[in-house]
């Protein structure tokens, strides 16, 4: 993209100084400003903030994520992060909501919404990391100074209990499809990894990117918020772009391959987002993320012989090809497999069509103690509906998966993810509160 | 263990040596041209001089009341210039100081106790930084608060060593929490001087190589974990109390800043984060519920003389601090008998899930109380 096209698309968002471009409206350089982007970081005038924290400004310009290190647009129909061609890296938290207060949350909700507009587009969140008054701490964290925006995309969602009764006055406004999530077989759920009021997916290709956003959103939030959970990401293993080839587990093999992809919106807007004549009518354009800490029993996999490993997939190693077939993208034959093979088990046609987007990372959070890695896969799945998604499919694979000898549900979260903010008026769930 | 963070923006004098008396032969006997003759009484303390220009001062004074009685230089926020204590009945004392231009005050002390008796006493020459009179206001007043923590401690203190020195298990640790409560409050300023800390409250982990443990924690290991007072933990007790007077008798001296007040309160709030509610503190006795609510009546304390200034700044801030003191204050309150008691819930007892709670209440404090002092400066 050219200075020249960017400029016209700031004018029409009514910057009125296109010409001043590596500073803010305080002298706060931006994180592009930083890379010598010029014609990047546009002054944009100032945003009130609506709380008690300094105002934000808004200053996003729009730059294609074609090219990792861009930055995804933040405004739209739907919120950035779902059919976004996935990320390299993840920093999921699950907040607690601690005021009883509902305009705070609101308010809150509205500072999340201008600093993650910020932060996505590249910005340092308020005035900035430096520059500031000596006597005050800085407004960003800074971390994240003189690096590229890395395609960062910050996600929210509205567990069930904060329509709980008595608690924000959403009760009647609770989605039908939000359900609790029943009990699988297998389950060894950690109420301390489960759960929570909000939630803010940030996927980025640089892990310091999306720690930031999320540090300064927890830091944004104190008072109102606390971090329940927070889980890190490393490597994707499902993506949401069918030409790449499918990035591999801490199992090694490819899963996923039949993911939906980012482009098919036939696809996406049967199976992904939630549609007008869906009951909840705040939900349109929104969808139901479900997240689950699955932890691999990696010692016990890796003593596992090669044949026994490709027969609990259903694929082979290499190519991962399903079985009997020569490419990973071929047509699988199910009946060719064991009866317990997971690909078997979790494609659609075992599942009456039901269909998940999957956006999952693999995770390794040291040891645990008993000198074994605590590692596995972070799952995430975005579905127009749950009942139909993620409850039918794990259902059966608690049932029957030959995979289950080898992992083991740990944490457990199901988020109802609002659509995207539609301009900078906007916010995080507006629909909702309205 | 941190050094407080002391701000320039402070009256525009310097602290003069104290030792100056020998410093200065020329002048010692009193009577020097310059020198400004204190006549103390019981009821009244008397200059003979209100405006002097600046540089060498020097005080001539004369008890001729019946009590013991100390005499003080003070910058308008009461820290002390200079001093002279026990200047008994019918007999002289000088005091010199180096003195910027600004606003002073002379106080005789009879019986050297209170606020003493005031008098003006103004310097010119050179160019005086001006602070607020209710900036200055707010500094005496806190100078005020830490000094009486101090002061009561001290008794507290000795009834916490003396058991120690006597043997005493059960009075030594029935007394022990409560002996620490006067320093909990007012740690920043205590901290400041650097070197009374690390004898008084350093925890076993925080010694340097060759450093000897004495203070607080090294009799609370002796009580609760050893269970038991030997020759040298009983001769530990005595340092302690000398150490904690060193503390009092120096704490006039501390500066003390507005935004030094409001970054203290923060660090009272930063001593509960990191140290209280992981434990780690009173890790043998588990009282850190005491300390850190003595450390949020500390910050309280440091917000409330702010809060006229901070206020009129940011009036969004202090109606967010005053929520959240109140709301962490409640929270408190649940573990302990009734609302006077320092009494409070054994710390081994509070569960993972009740000390996430209170770690929540305590960042959600401590984020707009680290914004306070940008209120106070702007």
Redesign the interface.
Known sequence: MSEDTQDAGAQDEGAQDAGAAHTDATGAPSRRALLGWGGAGLALGAVAAGG?VAAVRSGDDQVPAADSGAAVPFHGAHQAGIATAVQDRLHFAAF?V?TKDRAELVALLKEWTRAAERMTAGHAVGDGAYGG?A???PDDTGEALGLQPSRLTLTIGFGPSLFAKGRFGLEDRRPDALVDLPGFPGDNLDA?RSGGDLCVQACADDPQVAVHAIRNLA?IG???T?IRWSQLGFGKTSSTTPGAQTPRNMMGFKDGTRNISGSDTAALDEHVWVGGKDRAGWMTGGSYLVARRIRMHIETWDRAPLQEQEDVFGRDKGEGAPVGKAKERDEPFLKAMLPTAHVRLAHPDSNAGATILRRGYSFTDGTDGLGRLDAGLFFLAYQRDTRKGFVPLQRRLAAHDALNEYIQHVGSAHFAVPPGVRDKDDWWGRALFS | MRAVRL?VVTAAATVAALTAVTGCAEKSDGKGDGAVQVVAKDDSCEVSKKKLPAGHVELAVQNKGSKVTEVYVLFPDDRIVAERENIGPGTKATITAEIKAGSYEIACKPGMKGHGIRQKLEISGGSAAKRSPEMDKAVAAYRTYVQDQADATLPKAKLFTDAVAAGDIEAAKKVYAESRLGWERTEPVAESFGDIDPKVDVRADGLEDGQKWTGWHRLEKALWQDKKLGAEEKALAPTLQKDLLDWQKRVGTAEITP?SM??GAKELLDEVATGKVTGEEERYSHTDLIDFKANVEGAEKSYELLKPIASKNDA??SA?LDK?FAELNNLLDTYRKDKTSYEFTSYEKVG?ADR?DLS?AV???A??L??L??A??K
């Open positions: 008690a607690d601690t008054l006597e005050a701490p301390a830091r104190m008072g109102r606390a | 701000s935004t409001a970054n969004a801030l967010t959240r993972k996430k929540d960042n959600a404090l984020e707009p680290s914004r002092a940008a106070v400066t």
